[in-house]
């Protein structure tokens, strides 16, 4: 029986692994482990686990493998619940990195549904859409300059065109994860996202 700070040793590996593919390392693992769920449970069960990981080009002993599923099946159902899995993996962050990714959320999410979605978009940043360089020379529509966007923090591979408040934060940690200082991160966000400076 390996003790919890081994499983919590294998979850900090499994999560250095996903992030030296850079910020969308941990999003592009959502996409395998997706694809595992044949039977859409959001649950994967020991045999998925083994391949999913061997597919994303980690390798670790049967012994680990045990340990780590052991870990994430927090229920113990014999399956790891997706969403469970993913919080699990996402980069641990400090609270004031989280509140700024939450305002940015909650500014772009418009009609307040927990949804970023292209109409929200068109409200909040149309100004912006409208000043890429692809919709300058006529390239792509406002509505094209949007929903790329859109797609960019969505779960790639598989865009819905809405973007929910977990799938932003996993999109943010990765980012996060790639910035040492609070107050640059701090800062980006707001420059990014048209945010009001601290305090004012």
Same mark, same amino acid.
């Given at each position: 029986?390996?003790?919890?700070?081994?499983?919590?040793?294998?979850?900090?590996?499994?999560?250095?692994?996903?992030?030296?593919?850079?910020?969308?390392?941990?999003?592009?693992?959502?996409?395998?482990?997706?694809?595992?769920?044949?039977?859409?449970?959001?649950?994967?069960?020991?045999?998925?686990?083994?391949? &999913?990981?061997?597919?994303?080009?980690?390798?670790?002993?049967?012994?680990?493998?045990?340990?780590?599923?052991?870990?994430?099946?927090? =229920?113990?159902?014999?399956?790891?619940?997706?969403?469970?899995?993913?919080?699990?993996?996402?980069?641990?962050?400090?609270?004031? $990195?989280?509140?700024?990714?939450?305002? &940015?959320?909650?500014?772009?999410?418009?009609?307040?549904?927990? &949804?970023?979605?292209?109409?929200?978009?068109? #409200?909040?940043?149309?100004?912006? &859409?409208?000043?890429?360089?692809?919709?300058?020379?006529?390239?792509?529509?406002?509505?094209?300059?949007?929903?790329?966007?859109?797609?960019?923090?969505?779960?790639?591979?598989?865009?819905?065109?809405?973007?929910?408040?977990?799938?932003?934060?996993?999109?943010?940690?990765?980012?996060?994860?790639? #910035?040492?200082?609070?107050?640059?991160?701090?800062?980006?966000? $707001?420059?990014?996202?048209?945010?009001? =400076?601290?305090?004012?």
């Amino acid at each position: 029986m390996m003790s919890s700070e081994t499983a919590d040793s294998l979850i900090e590996v499994l999560r250095e692994q996903c992030l030296t593919r850079g910020c969308n390392g941990i999003k592009g693992l959502s996409v395998i482990f997706r694809a595992m769920d044949i039977d859409y449970s959001k649950r994967i069960v020991y045999e998925e686990l083994k391949v &999913a990981l061997e597919r994303f080009g980690i390798l670790i002993s049967e012994s680990y493998l045990h340990t780590l599923f052991d870990a994430l099946d927090l =229920n113990k159902s014999g399956g790891i619940d997706f969403c469970e899995f993913m919080h699990k993996l996402r980069p641990p962050m400090k609270q004031c $990195r989280i509140d700024v990714i939450d305002e &940015a959320f909650e500014r772009l999410d418009v009609n307040k549904d927990e &949804a970023i979605m292209l109409d929200d978009l068109q #409200v909040v940043y149309s100004t912006n &859409a409208k000043q890429h360089p692809k919709f300058i020379s006529g390239e792509w529509t406002e509505e094209q300059v949007l929903r790329n966007f859109l797609d960019s923090i969505d779960t790639p591979g598989n865009p819905d065109g809405k973007v929910t408040r977990e799938e932003f934060m996993n999109y943010y940690a990765g980012v996060s994860s790639t #910035v040492e200082d609070d107050c640059y991160f701090d800062l980006m966000m $707001r420059a990014c996202y048209g945010l009001p =400076n601290r305090g004012s």
